[in-house]
């Protein structure tokens, strides 16, 4: 006797099939977890969708009127806690037509010339493009605070090291401007890799766009990109773009994860040369005489979930053919969750560097004496080579003499105020054309 068939369930894709699908595999191929985050990515790129539709003539005046305060009212409704996200639904961009039905009869129409192929690309763009701004922003703050304390030490000597060994004298400002610029870079790749999220896939379809008279190049003005996608192939199937965002974040923590080990490790008896801020560390339940440094432990520990997330991205890319392949699902999650935690990571990294403070006897105490490392200074009279007076000797551009670390440390400054302006004019041209779209 053949096996009970499974009722039919309506869905967006269900037309031809005459069999519910497997619940055991809805969960597996679900990514509802992932999409709540994307709630309001979602109801910008359909509230814009609406306006080109409505432009085309797909949609009346009064379509369009209904659509736009439909789509807002669900946003604030999820936001809320007024309506939930539903499983059965499969994803952030049918929960949204749905619940949007509840509001005006044209609900339906909203799809008309789009697909969750190029929806989700463009949900994904929004995500990535002010997160790295974001992180840019913080690496900007992040370096402010670096060379400030720079700035501050410039002239306080202290070991430098090679292979952990003390090699030559230096400077904490040197050392702290070393930093600095490390932070700038990475604000630099951020809005490198904001450059190119910034380009609206959005009219691109299911892979070979539409024979509605839409016009992409609309939508992304209406949006705040800079530009509409060129291939309707590409538009689908890119995911560069988050590659690249979790490559920028990759690097970052590696960065984050060597301050957060000299932090460790000069904040500890042993070296004895720095002293953290005390609320970004903690104490131990039994050993009441310790203050562990975990908030530093923290940044050198977590760099490995920055490069397994841009890891997880290549593995799924790598070997896909065009265009759109339910592989790249798989890179949501990585995206999604790695951007906004290489951000918190930075701004800890900030308060670290704003709250750490030199106990210069101890940074004089290791530095080398000469005249008893070798019998070759003993009739020499060393005062030259005095560990405090070697910085001034290193006069050459990027040295580490003081007066070229307040040289570097101004010009740095000026950098990061430039790199800060970019973010600031970029955000705020996001924020007002978002802005427009969400405010009745």
């Not at 949006?223 to 773009?241: C, K, T």
Request: with cysteine; glycine share 6%.
């Amino acid at each position: 006797m053949p096996a009970a068939r499974s009722p039919r369930v309506a869905n967006p894709w269900s037309g031809r099939f005459s069999e519910a699908p497997d619940q055991a595999f809805l969960a597996f191929s679900s990514s509802l977890a992932e999409d709540a985050r994307l709630v309001r990515e979602d109801v910008l790129g359909s509230l814009a969708h609406a306006a080109t539709l409505r432009d085309a003539g797909i949609l009346t005046a009064d379509e369009h009127r209904d659509i736009t305060i439909g789509l807002r009212a669900v946003l604030a409704d999820l936001e809320a806690g007024r309506a939930q996200l539903r499983e059965e639904l499969e994803d952030v961009h049918m929960n949204v037509e749905t619940l949007l039905g509840k509001y005006t009869a044209a609900a339906g129409k909203l799809h008309t010339a789009r697909s969750r192929n190029d929806q989700v690309a463009l949900d994904l763009r929004l995500f990535a493009r002010r997160h790295l701004l974001a992180l840019a922003e913080a690496e900007c703050a992040l370096a402010d605070a670096l060379l400030a304390k720079a700035a501050q030490h410039a002239d306080l000597a202290m070991p430098g090291y090679t292979h952990l060994q003390p090699a030559q004298p230096i400077t904490l400002g040197h050392a702290l401007h070393a930093h600095a610029e490390r932070a700038l870079r990475d604000a630099e790749r951020a809005l490198d890799a904001f450059a190119r999220a910034n380009v609206s896939p959005l009219g691109a379809a299911a892979l070979a766009g539409t024979s509605y008279p839409i016009d992409p190049r609309a939508t992304a003005t209406r949006l705040a990109f800079d530009r509409a996608f060129e291939n309707s192939l590409d538009a689908v199937s890119d995911r560069d773009f988050a590659a690249e965002a979790l490559s920028v974040c990759a690097i970052a923590a590696v960065h984050l994860s060597g301050f957060g080990e000299e932090l460790t490790l000069f904040s500890s008896p042993a070296y004895g040369f720095l002293r953290l801020p005390e609320p970004l560390t903690t104490g131990s339940s039994i050993m009441p005489q310790k203050r562990n440094p975990d908030a530093a432990e923290l940044l050198r520990g977590r760099a490995g979930r920055s490069m397994g997330a841009l890891i997880a991205v290549l593995g799924t890319l790598k070997g896909l053919p065009l265009a759109y392949n339910r592989d790249l699902q798989e890179a949501k999650a990585p995206l999604l969750n790695g951007l906004p935690y290489c951000v918190e990571g930075v701004r800890i990294a900030r308060a670290l560097a704003s709250g750490i403070e030199p106990v210069p006897e101890r940074m004089r105490a290791a530095l080398l004496d000469l005249a008893r490392k070798h019998p070759a200074f003993i009739d020499i009279d060393v005062a030259a080579f005095a560990p405090d007076r070697v910085p001034a000797r290193k006069t050459t551009p990027g040295g580490a003499a003081p007066d070229r670390v307040r040289e570097a440390v101004k010009a740095a400054q000026r950098r990061a105020k430039e790199l800060a302006s970019t973010v600031r004019a970029h955000a705020q041209r996001i924020e007002a054309a978002e802005r427009a779209l969400l405010q009745a």
